[in-house]
């Protein structure tokens, strides 16, 4: 089965960086669009950014410039490097990646279990 496990997170300072990983299994890593979401506290799930099996990135508009999504077919791995953290970057950030159903057309979604990142001085 799928599985998308994340790591990297923790508690930074304003200003400061973290590199978030997510290893995933039971795909064929290299055909699929990959992403980051985040959920903050009483918030919906909102979208970071996503990258395509051709390495197409596409960003919340409120993160261009900050953060930078990045994946290596070798290991099936996809990052996530967050640059100039601020307050309002704390959150729970998953994986996501998903499958086209064929001839529905549906789309079935894979989620991680989440890593909470804290930004805080």
């Known amino acids: 089965q799928v599985q998308l496990v994340e790591s990297g997170g923790g508690l930074v300072q304003p200003g400061g960086s973290l590199r978030l990983s997510c290893a995933a299994s039971?795909?064929?890593?290299?055909?699929?669009?990959m992403g980051w979401y985040r959920q903050a506290p009483g918030k919906e799930r909102e979208l970071v950014a996503t990258?395509?099996?051709?390495?197409?990135?596409v960003y919340a508009d409120s993160l261009k410039g900050r953060f930078t999504i990045s994946r290596d077919n070798a290991k099936n791995t996809v990052y996530l490097q967050m640059n100039s953290l601020k307050p309002e970057d704390t959150a729970v950030y998953y994986c996501?990646?998903?499958?086209?159903?064929?001839?529905?057309?549906?789309?079935?979604?894979?989620w991680g279990q989440g890593t909470q990142v804290t930004v805080s001085s």
């Open positions: 990258i395509t099996s051709v390495r197409t990135t």
């Open positions: 996501n990646t998903y499958k086209i159903v064929p001839v529905s057309g549906g789309r079935v979604d894979y």
């Open positions: 039971g795909i064929a890593f290299s055909l699929n669009t």
